[in-house]
């Protein structure tokens, strides 16, 4: 546009409007004010309480299956912290039935799994492979809903913990629910303060996914309130 004289103004708006948004994202903390209220929306979960706990189920999306497969160990990503709680809850609950639900959301490589790295990073925490139930042919959390009900069948009345990234705790609450599967939310993975004072970075790379990961998160919302995957557009406790 630049080259071109009828176009030159043009692109050089464009080209001031998309500095001054690498600016902004880079020195305010623009990620994290989209990225509060999907956080703050379940609170944390401890203490649990003296309810018994019946079962305990881990979203997948916590592991690097190409770079387990190619280097031989477990790999884990942003947000590990899944994995970290997942393994704590089920030591701490020996009775409770524990389901791990994820196979790949990749379009092409479909042959490699999420199960073969979580269950070598549930290994090396100390929790046997016999101890969970693994889905692994989901791709997305709607999938991850229904798989995993079929497999795991809970009984009305029953008190399973959701394990996810508090990010993602909105979606994935409102699907449980939309399949008749009533979960306690367990959120980990936080990437905001609870106090609403979002905090600037000064850093592009680090603010950059987490505004991401946010704006994802309210498209997924609202196509799979479209969809009626969803019991409600903004799922709420």
Same mark, same amino acid.
């Given at each position: 546009?630049?080259?071109?004289?009828?176009?030159?103004?043009?692109?050089?708006?464009?080209?001031?409007?998309?500095?001054?948004?690498?600016?902004?994202?880079?020195?305010?903390?623009?990620?994290?004010?989209?990225?509060?209220?999907?956080?703050?929306?379940?609170?944390?979960?401890?203490?649990?309480?003296?309810?018994?706990?019946?079962?305990?189920?881990?979203?997948?999306?916590?592991?690097?299956?190409?770079?387990?497969?190619?280097?031989?160990?477990?790999?884990?990503?942003?947000?590990?912290?899944?994995?970290?709680?997942?393994?704590?809850?089920?030591?701490?609950?020996?009775?409770?039935?524990?389901?791990?639900?994820?196979?790949?959301?990749?379009?092409?490589?479909?042959?490699?799994?999420?199960?073969?790295?979580?269950?070598?990073?549930?290994?090396?925490?100390?929790?046997?492979?016999?101890?969970?139930?693994?889905?692994?042919?989901?791709?997305?959390?709607?999938?991850?809903?229904?798989?995993?009900?079929?497999?795991?069948?809970?009984?009305?009345?029953?008190?399973?913990?959701?394990?996810?990234?508090?990010?993602?705790?909105?979606?994935?609450?409102?699907?449980?629910?939309?399949? /008749?599967? =009533? $979960?306690?939310?367990?959120?980990?993975?936080?990437?905001? *303060?609870?106090?609403? %004072?979002?905090? @600037?970075? +000064?850093?592009?790379?680090?603010?950059?996914?987490?505004? /991401?990961? =946010? $704006?994802?998160?309210?498209?997924?919302?609202?196509?799979? *309130?479209?969809?009626? %995957?969803?019991? @409600?557009? +903004?799922?709420?406790?």
């Amino acid at each position: 546009m630049l080259r071109r004289p009828r176009w030159r103004r043009f692109g050089e708006r464009l080209i001031a409007l998309v500095a001054l948004a690498f600016l902004a994202v880079t020195f305010a903390p623009v990620g994290a004010f989209v990225a509060l209220p999907l956080e703050n929306r379940f609170p944390y979960a401890e203490p649990l309480g003296p309810e018994p706990v019946d079962g305990i189920i881990m979203l997948g999306g916590a592991v690097n299956p190409p770079l387990t497969a190619d280097r031989g160990d477990p790999s884990l990503n942003d947000a590990a912290e899944r994995v970290l709680a997942f393994a704590d809850l089920v030591r701490r609950f020996p009775a409770a039935r524990a389901v791990f639900t994820g196979g790949s959301g990749r379009l092409l490589g479909q042959d490699t799994k999420e199960d073969a790295s979580i269950r070598a990073a549930l290994l090396q925490a100390g929790i046997p492979e016999d101890r969970v139930l693994y889905e692994t042919e989901s791709r997305n959390t709607w999938e991850n809903a229904v798989f995993s009900r079929d497999l795991a069948a809970p009984k009305p009345g029953e008190r399973w913990l959701l394990v996810t990234s508090a990010m993602h705790m909105p979606r994935s609450v409102g699907i449980f629910r939309r399949v /008749g599967w =009533a $979960v306690v939310p367990y959120p980990v993975d936080y990437r905001t *303060r609870h106090d609403a %004072r979002p905090y @600037a970075r +000064f850093e592009l790379d680090r603010n950059l996914p987490i505004l /991401g990961d =946010a $704006v994802r998160e309210w498209i997924g919302l609202v196509s799979y *309130r479209l969809m009626d %995957r969803t019991d @409600a557009l +903004f799922p709420a406790p």
